[in-house]
């Protein structure tokens, strides 16, 4: 979704598919960093996303994320752990092209609903991703 440079006159540029491909609880050795999680667990996310339009997009995944279980309302879940390691997701998509890359986020507990809010998106997220216990 991109909007004029108002914020206003939305309109779909491409259609972006995003592949979950793995969540795993991690430890800070894993991610190879020394901080621990501010909010108690760190989860290793790998995705594919793919660019299934017919158009240049682009996926961001940095301050996108949030967590949420029965107990919690959301809370931001992205970090900066793990990058630099791997392939980006974060970049531009032309037609076709893919990316398999990991992010690393920071939730409260195992278990919970992971969710991508673009921020032209309001009313729902783009995508979820439900967590293991």
Known sequence: MESDEYGENRAVKTRMQVMVKEAKYVTPADVDTTNEPEHGQYVRLTLTVKNVGTK????????????????TAAQEATTLE????GPDLDTTYKPGQS??????????????????????????????VPLPK
């Open 82 to 85: 793990g990058v630099g390691t």
């Open 99 to 128: 990316v398999t890359g990991t992010l690393v986020l920071d939730v409260a507990n195992k278990g919970g609903t992971l969710s991508y809010w673009d921020e032209l998106f309001t009313d729902k997220p783009a995508f979820t």
């Open 56 to 71: 240049v997009g682009t996926f961001s995944g940095y301050g996108m994320i949030k967590w949420e279980d029965a107990k």
